[in-house]
């Protein structure tokens, strides 16, 4: 196990800036996630700490010890590819063992160490198959395999679960999670999903265009986003956004107005942002017409249309209303989030 | 079955046909006159009176003038095109992992000048080419043939592997390197592994080259004991009267080894030499 540290790292590709001067800190055991959306540099960054890409400034250390020259083999650490990467000429043993076999370990040793992975991760009936001779889901957990029987100081894994379909990524992802409460190796994860990051992170850097947007724990970053791009990328379905404008304890947008606890100034251009579940139907309230109901049983997402923008709202349990019918909107407060409407930044 | 279906299937057995019976016909001849006596080669009859095998005979046995070194005359053939096929097979594999994996500067510079080359036709790259190899000290030696037609098989060979080796996923060479691969075991440990349709068709490829090549061998290499075959059946054309079936028969002896060859690996040469021909 070992913390890694980047500091004030940046790449370009040609006159392309990619990660503008990215300082981040993982402490030793940490599952720490890095989300964002496709290009935003994230699965660059886990590039340039696996060695896989150089360093365009900047340093990278792995339990204090600088790896900036390092090759990839010389850094202790396993990658876990979304493509799975398996060698495919190689059975399932030889693939987890390959790392050993090039450390010229001693047969038993090799023997121990895929027999150990195996076990943990349940794959003992298929250490003599092929590659092309299991599904996605054995496949993703052998380069898991690879990755465990290296006894790496970190953990990289790059967007593993893409390539599974939507139950199986619901299964690996506890897999994963289980993997490090058991290991407790410092992992490294990128993903675009935000629901993954959410699930499996102990702490959550949300990337976009080269820059850390927000760090912090995954409830953290879902209660109180620092600016608008966190707001709206973390959680699903994403906060309600509109604009409007601060005046007396309320906002006034999309011809209606909209109550709030947070203190902005007179007159203020605000983003005016709730989450779906705050948003609640009561008698008196704000005017909307319902546009679509999506009944998924424990819960209903509801599509309403206020003042020509769509709103979505979740509800506990089945929905009375139907398409078309004109329903009441009442915001709570205390769980609205107000951003300036010019830089995006979060206001109280 | 649509009008459409069989209009197309028409048009089909319309090429079909021709283009097969221009390939049968003259094997079909071959094989009439090595079966044939000297007297009915010539009868024009599509079946001979009295077929025989004593033709083949007289061409293992090497009792005819022009068949005094058949056997050493094979065994250079067979020496030239192994020679070939392996020394074209190492270049090309070699320069295909460094242009295509270990992306070496330069390296697709070289490869489309190398592939440049197939603009100058072999002919005038002959005298030249004879001069090189007299000026090496080369001249009636086997080496001589083998460097020439791995000159002329390698552009090609580093083409087809290079775009062979552009289809496997770049994840496994990052994957070898995490593991701890050095280049050298990336290539030996998962790249040629992974090759070997492609390697097996180029290594055909150069071996037939080179069995089936006349001029180069005519030119380089004069002396009985050092020519391949092929020349040898040149001389059986040197006199007025020809002992044409016997000619035909050593002919059909010299093309077996190659129809062999392409159907033991008939899999591997179609899928390796169209690999890479469109991108994937």
Known sequence: ?348 | MTNRKLLSEAKLWLVAIPVLLWTLIPIYHIFLFSISTKDSAFSGRLWPDHPTLRNFGTVFRQEHFYLHHFWSQIWNSLWIAVATGMITLTVATCAAFAISRLKVKGGRTVMNAALFTYFIPAAFLAVPMYKAMGTYGLLNSRWSLVLAMVTLASPYAIWVLKQASDKLPWELDEAARIDGATPAQLFRLVYLPLMVPSLVAIFTYALLLAWNEYLYAFLLLSHENTIPLAVGLGHFLASDDSPWEILMATALIYGLPPVAIYYAFRGYMVGGLTSGAVKA
């Open chain 1, 1 to 348: 196990m070992a913390s890694v540290s980047f500091s004030r790292i940046e790449k370009s590709f040609g006159a392309t800036k990619v990660l503008h001067g990215i300082s981040l800190d993982i402490a030793d055991g940490e599952f720490m996630v890095l989300v964002g959306p496709s290009g935003c540099g994230k699965s660059t960054l886990l590039r340039m700490l696996a060695g896989l890409e150089d360093i365009g400034a900047g340093e990278i250390a792995i339990d204090g010890r600088v790896v900036n020259e390092l090759d990839s083999k010389d850094r202790d650490i396993a990658m876990v590819f979304q493509s799975y990467a398996l060698y495919p000429h190689m059975t399932v043993r030889d693939n987890m063992g390959f790392s050993l076999k090039l450390r010229k370990e001693n047969r038993r040793k090799i023997a121990e160490g895929v027999s150990r992975a195996a076990k943990i991760l349940n794959l003992d009936p298929y250490l003599d198959r092929y590659p092309r001779e299991l599904s996605g889901g054995q496949r993703q957990r052998v380069a898991m395999g690879r990755a465990i029987v290296r006894d790496p100081k970190v953990f990289l894994f790059d967007e593993p679960l893409s390539n599974l379909d939507a139950k199986l990524r619901v299964a690996m992802r506890a897999e994963i999670k289980a993997l490090h409460q058991r290991l407790k190796t410092t992992t490294v994860y990128v993903t675009h999903d935000q629901v993954e990051a959410m699930t499996m992170a102990d702490r959550i850097a949300v990337m976009n265009e080269g820059r850390i947007e927000q760090l912090g724990e995954p409830l953290e970053l879902y209660d109180r986003p620092d600016n608008l791009f966190v707001a709206q990328f973390i959680g699903s379905p994403a906060m309600n956004v509109f604009e409007g404008v601060y005046s007396n304890g309320m906002v006034q947008a999309l011809g209606a107005y909209w109550p709030c606890e947070v203190k902005a100034q007179e007159g203020q251009r605000v983003a005016y942002g709730i989450r779906p579940e705050h948003l609640t139907l009561k008698e008196g309230g704000i005017t909307a017409q319902i546009e679509v109901v999506e009944p998924m049983g424990a819960e209903t997402e509801t599509l309403v249309k206020v003042g020509g923008q769509n709103l979505t709202m979740m509800t506990h349990g089945r929905s009375k209303v139907g398409p078309g019918e004109r329903v009441f909107l009442a915001p709570q407060p205390a769980q609205v989030h107000l951003f300036d409407a010019a830089s995006g930044r979060r206001i109280g």
